[in-house]
């Protein structure tokens, strides 16, 4: 096969991977292809049978020992812009929440422990702006107006 092939083959399969939910196997199998295109536009007497057998080799090997590490790193990345999208949020104070003290906040639909950051004391059912969050414990201050 021709260098140009296997990169063709390659950019075709990354699109692939894009298009599809998927668990990154055809991320793999694009970059082994892009590797041989280019290890084939280097070297160019590779016979066919080696280069689909480098890309078998290549593919099973990056899959094996770069996907789950990928996957666990994607996951914590998106688990962690969740949780982050909580800051700028209003919550609602569940309880008189003194100032430096940690008293209960609801935050869509759910009751957080908040911290109040604020000047002043916070009263029951009043609104408070969510800082930045700490754990499971939200950063507020009575919201202004």
């Not at 096969?1 to 668990?23: F, H, R």
């Not at 899959?63 to 969740?82: M, T």
Request: glycine fraction near 8%; include cysteine.
């Amino acid at each position: 096969m021709s260098w140009w092939m296997w990169l063709v083959l390659g950019l075709l399969l990354l699109v692939c991977e894009l298009l599809t939910p998927g668990g990154l196997y055809l991320f793999f199998l694009g970059l082994s292809a892009l590797g041989v295109g280019a290890l084939v536009g280097l070297i160019e007497s590779i016979p066919l049978w080696s280069q689909w057998l480098l890309f078998s080799v290549l593919s099973l090997v990056a899959a094996l020992f770069f996907r789950r590490p990928l996957l666990d790193r994607i996951r914590r990345l998106s688990r962690s812009k969740a949780v982050d999208s909580l800051v700028g949020e209003i919550a609602t104070a569940l309880e008189d929440i003194p100032v430096d003290a940690i008293g209960k906040a609801e935050l869509r639909g759910t009751a957080w422990n908040a911290l109040n950051i604020g000047d002043s004391p916070l009263v029951r059912a009043q609104r408070c702006r969510v800082e930045r969050l700490e754990g499971l414990t939200l950063h507020v201050r009575k919201e202004s107006k």
